[in-house]
């Protein structure tokens, strides 16, 4: 939890401010997992901070949604290009994670 607070810290995630009257303040909560290795022995306990979007408002607390991810269909693709031209293929594990995008809105939690 420690590192996961750092580096959102670090990031300037976000920052404390007196709770504006009226708000809309969203929740959040600690999701905790157990990492494996490859054989299936653990490997490390991991943590992350999610926020709870659910009291949000179309329109108040934001205007569109997108969630930018890689569909499995696109993994294959380059796995299959990777292959065919004997691309070395590695693996990794990214720690902390953080779209870079400024926000419109303000967002409180």
Known sequence: ???EFQ???ANDTWRLV???PGANVMSGKWIFRHKFHADGSFARHKVRWVVCGLSQHHGIDYDETFCPVVKPAMIQTVLSIAISHAWPIHQLDVKNA???EHLAETVYC
């Open 98 to 100: 953080f779209l870079y």
């Open 18 to 20: 007196p709770r504006p």
């Open 1 to 3: 939890m420690v590192d």
């Open 7 to 9: 580096a959102l810290i």
